[in-house]
């Protein structure tokens, strides 16, 4: 069974080769804000029911992404800010979600300069390594499972996803907390580009993905 939002590669992957095999401290390579665009930031949580609140190197995990957000050289914001306030800013939002706690500070800076570069959204994602299968209705009687798409032509979202100022002063209002749906909103009007994160910057589903997480980034 898949796990988290997924999202076929229609849009432009940008493969970092480089992001995996690098060796990095907790957040990832430090990050100097005075090389980074200016931009404000903020940690998605809502509507995630207590996942966010679970433990992680003992702190829970919203708080863990919101150190991570810090540690990338943007400007931490509240979600409840008036959106005119954003767009007054002039500046790139960066929207981390909390189900990816791990992602590096260094991947999060490297995504806001992509998105700043090309003046497009750029979204963070993994390869899908769950089977994927499908339920096909069986007549009178129960559906049966029958084969899914090709795991090569599904990506997960993971994070950040970050919006050019541009992108920021064309909406009303962000779309949707839940990043498959905002990813999809946004890809309907502008230009998307994804990058493939590094493992430590997975998302978790569960407890037991928290643990596998935790174990990924031990010290």
Do not use: Q, Y
Request: net charge negative; glycine share 8%.
């Amino acid at each position: 069974m898949s796990r988290g939002p997924l999202l076929r590669p229609r849009l432009l992957l940008v493969t970092t080769p480089d992001a995996n095999d690098a060796e990095t401290d907790f957040w990832g390579d430090e990050v100097d804000p005075d090389e980074l665009p200016a931009a404000l930031g903020a940690v998605l949580d809502a509507d995630r029911g207590s996942l966010p609140f679970a433990l992680l190197h003992g702190e829970a995990l919203v708080a863990v992404a919101a150190w991570g957000l810090g540690e990338s050289g943007v400007t931490p914001v509240d979600l409840g800010t008036e959106w005119a306030g954003l767009v007054e800013s002039g500046e790139p939002v960066v929207l981390h979600d909390c189900l990816c706690p791990m992602t590096p500070a260094a991947f999060i800076a490297d995504c806001l300069r992509e998105a700043v570069r090309r003046d497009a959204v750029v979204v963070g994602v993994r390869p899908v390594t769950d089977t994927v299968k499908t339920a096909v209705p069986g007549g009178s009687g129960p559906s049966e499972i029958g084969d899914g798409p090709d795991r090569d032509d599904l990506l997960v979202i993971t994070s950040p996803v970050v919006l050019p100022a541009a992108v920021v002063a064309a909406l009303d209002v962000l779309p949707s907390d839940d990043v498959a749906t905002l990813v999809a909103a946004l890809a309907e009007r502008f230009p998307v580009v994804t990058r493939l994160a590094p493992p430590e910057g997975r998302r978790v589903a569960s407890l037991e993905d928290v643990t596998v997480l935790e174990a990924l980034t031990a010290p």
